[in-house]
């Protein structure tokens, strides 16, 4: 069974900071982790992913995050928000070996930026 | 790019009650799945589908049923609705990948 925590269920920043969303997952096989952002009162859209390879990816408007198996750790970052990044934001981790694509998604953070 | 929709978008039923939510999708994926959002929480799986014809169980699959008719049609049926399914329901689908595509979701509200 794999959990997911997202230790901040609130983040408030102003326009042009840097922010970081934590993740932390607890799995010990093969995992694939991504990250959702929900704008409200829509569904989730897909961020990033992390399968394998370069612990750093990259993503959608300017968005990245660093896997780290040490830390159990997949969190995600950007340099310069903008009051548009203001949205929830899932962590999501699928077990790979058990080929049905199942996510188990965090509680998910609630980005707030102000103008 | 994916096209999922839901309807209806909103929905009031009243206890023990009987309840479809319905999700189409337009990509010819194989794999479609039922997430229930609570307030505060992330979403939760309630059913699956790899393939027309067949639904499998989720994490949270009581109180619930689903139906694969087609390829592009999945539904959710709640036999006798109750107030502990007030949520909001997302439908999603996905190819060979992990990547989901999720749709609007579906408000339902049960009195």
């Known amino acids: 069974t794999q959990t997911v925590s997202q230790s901040d269920a609130h983040v408030t920043v102003f326009e042009g900071d840097s922010v970081e969303l934590r993740c932390n997952y607890s799995?010990?096989?093969?995992?694939?982790l991504s990250w959702y952002i929900q704008h409200h009162g829509h569904g989730l859209q897909f961020l990033l992913k992390?399968?394998?390879?370069?612990?750093v990816v990259q993503g959608v408007n300017g968005f990245e995050a660093e896997f780290s198996k040490s830390d159990s750790s997949f969190h995600l970052r950007k340099a310069s928000v903008h009051w548009s990044d203001s949205a929830v934001y899932f962590c999501?981790?699928?077990?790979?070996?058990?080929?049905?694509?199942?996510?188990?998604f965090g509680h998910g953070t609630i980005l707030r930026v102000h103008p | 790019e994916a096209a999922v929709t839901q309807s209806p978008r909103s929905k009031v039923a009243v206890t023990g009650g009987k309840v479809t939510l319905s999700c189409h999708q337009t990509n010819n994926h194989d794999y479609m799945y039922w997430y229930r959002q609570d307030t505060g929480h992330g979403l939760r799986l309630i059913h699956y589908?790899?393939?027309?014809?067949?639904?499998e169980k989720g994490d949270i699959p009581d109180g619930y049923k689903a139906s694969r008719p087609s390829q592009e049609n999945f539904s959710l049926i709640l036999e006798l609705a109750s107030l502990s399914q007030t949520a909001v329901y997302f439908c999603?689908?996905?190819?060979?990948?992990?990547?989901?595509?999720f749709g609007p979701g579906t408000r339902l509200t049960v009195l």
């Open positions: 999603a689908s996905k190819t060979g990948g992990y990547e989901q595509y």
């Open positions: 999501a981790v699928s077990n790979t070996g058990a080929n049905t694509g199942k996510l188990t």
């Open positions: 992390y399968y394998s390879g370069n612990p």
């Open positions: 589908s790899y393939v027309a014809d067949s639904t």
């Open positions: 799995y010990g096989g093969s995992i694939y």
